[in-house]
């Protein structure tokens, strides 16, 4: 895929914009939403259970809209049903998946021949330029911006840098809540934006009021970077709770994770513990709720719909 094609040209869209796989906070009605407002979107397998209710969604979606959407797959050993929802995405043909967290090449070799895309998340050139090597179509710019998983760099250097050293599009994820900083990133070579944050406030999303509003009175400055859920920084507002909790694993975990043995089960169970304690905080209120966001919630001002605020962004 040559570097300077655009989001919009690659998938036959209005937009060269994404709104971003969330872990608890995509749906179906804001991807169809998304699309049918120009942009494209994609959904985290992992928000379904079951593997019928990930069809199930997929189908939806088709049904509602013939846009490209995409589906995002964790690629690391802290996703036990990696493999089944590779072979669901492939056989309900989506447009294009997104991979984080870990090696693509089996994501690569498998929706390839198929005509399906995939990009991949990366957040410094070594793995982007690994990621090219093993054949992605676009790689997608986490900068440390981004709200969730973010990177360590900021975008300001690191999509330069990838645009530059890198011979496949590159699509900037981070920090995006106005038109100004969705024309930015597209001036400066990225080939789209991805754009999470900005969306979980809407008419669509499924969390609770609660975290809604939460994201209507914070600000940027209230963002901080807890290791505490998912043994990985995550990004999350800094409510009373979360000061009260702190934002690092325990010592106890510390050292555990430092034992090569016991490494993979610590970290398959303080994430499994952190995703509960998630999952928990996004659907309901309680006083003990962590919601994760970006610094983008600076721009969150009210509730509004998803179509709405991609007209904002493009317009
Ligand atoms: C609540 C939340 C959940 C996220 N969950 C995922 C996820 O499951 N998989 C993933 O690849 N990225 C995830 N991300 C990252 C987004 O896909 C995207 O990179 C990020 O939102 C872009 O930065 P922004 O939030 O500043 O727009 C998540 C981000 C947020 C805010």
């Known amino acids: 895929m040559q570097a300077s094609v655009k989001l919009s040209e690659m998938l036959g869209i209005e937009h060269s914009l994404l709104v971003a796989p969330m872990f608890l906070v995509s749906n179906t009605a804001m991807v169809i939403a998304a699309l049918k407002a120009g942009a494209t979107a994609a959904i985290p397998a992992l928000n379904y259970r079951t593997d019928q209710e990930f069809r199930k969604a997929l189908t939806e979606i088709r049904q509602a809209t013939d846009k490209a959407f995409g589906v995002n797959l964790i690629v690391n050993s802290s996703n036990p049903y990696y493999m089944r929802q590779l072979s669901t995405a492939c056989a309900m043909k989506v447009d294009f998946v997104i991979t984080s967290l870990g090696n693509p090449v089996k994501v690569i070799e498998r929706c390839k021949p198929l005509g399906i895309r995939v990009f991949c998340d990366v957040v410094n050139l070594e793995h982007a330029k690994k990621v090219e090597a093993l054949g992605a179509d676009a790689l997608i710019a986490v900068g440390s911006e981004a709200g969730g998983h973010c990177g360590p760099v900021s975008n300001t250097y690191l999509l330069p840098e990838l645009i530059k050293h890198c ?17 930015q990133y597209i001036d400066q070579g990225a080939a789209g934006v991805s754009a999470g944050t900005i969306f979980i406030a809407t008419e669509e999303s499924p969390v609770s009021k609660e975290y809604k509003q939460a994201l209507i009175n914070y600000g940027a400055k209230d963002i901080v970077l807890s290791t505490k859920l998912s043994g990985m920084p995550l990004t999350v507002i800094n409510t009373p709770y979360v000061q009260k909790i702190g934002t690092r694993a325990n010592r106890l975990e510390q050292f555990l994770q430092r034992n090569k043995r016991l490494r993979r089960y610590i970290k398959m169970m303080v994430y499994g513990r952190g995703m509960k304690k998630l999952e928990k905080a996004a659907f309901s209120a309680s006083y003990q709720s962590v919601w994760v966001a970006g610094p983008a919630v600076e721009h969150i001002h009210s509730i509004r719909a998803v179509g709405q605020i991609v007209n904002e962004l493009t317009g």
Do not use: E, F, L, W
């Open 167 to 183: 011979d496949i599009p590159v699509i900037a994820a981070g920090g995006v809540g106005t038109a100004a900083q969705y024309r």
